[in-house]
């Protein structure tokens, strides 16, 4: 069964960091593109970020290119989110994803609120 489980989100100030993980199992992590998708109070689902599965090809949505760094490691079947100069319209909840037998499979996410 595929398991997706974020952490790391919480209550920052506009201009601060954190950062996501996204612990996987179930699958072989290590194969397949993960995804960041995100979903804001009231709005649908807007996708984020990608990498593929050795890491080498990185896509961003413009509206957090040059701030957010996706990144992963197949050794510990995780994958990241680093998020720098947040903003308040960056206030949603954060999920990994991952395309798997047909599907979007996500986790249950992580809320993300920037605010001062």
């Known amino acids: 069964e595929v398991q997706l489980v974020e952490s790391g989100g919480g209550l920052v100030q506009p201009g601060g960091s954190l950062r996501l993980s996204c612990a996987a199992s179930g699958f072989a992590f290590r194969s397949y593109t993960m995804n960041w998708v995100r979903q804001a109070p009231g709005k649908g689902l807007e996708w984020i970020s990608s990498i593929n599965s050795v890491g080498s090809r990185l896509s961003y949505a413009d509206s957090v290119k040059g701030r957010f760094t996706i990144s992963r490691d197949n050794a510990k079947n995780t994958l990241y989110l680093l998020m720098n100069n947040l903003k308040p319209e960056d206030t949603a909840v954060y999920y990994c994803?991952?395309?798997?037998?047909?599907?979007?499979?996500r986790g249950q996410g992580t809320q993300v609120a920037v605010s001062s």
């Open positions: 994803a991952v395309g798997y037998q047909g599907s979007d499979r």
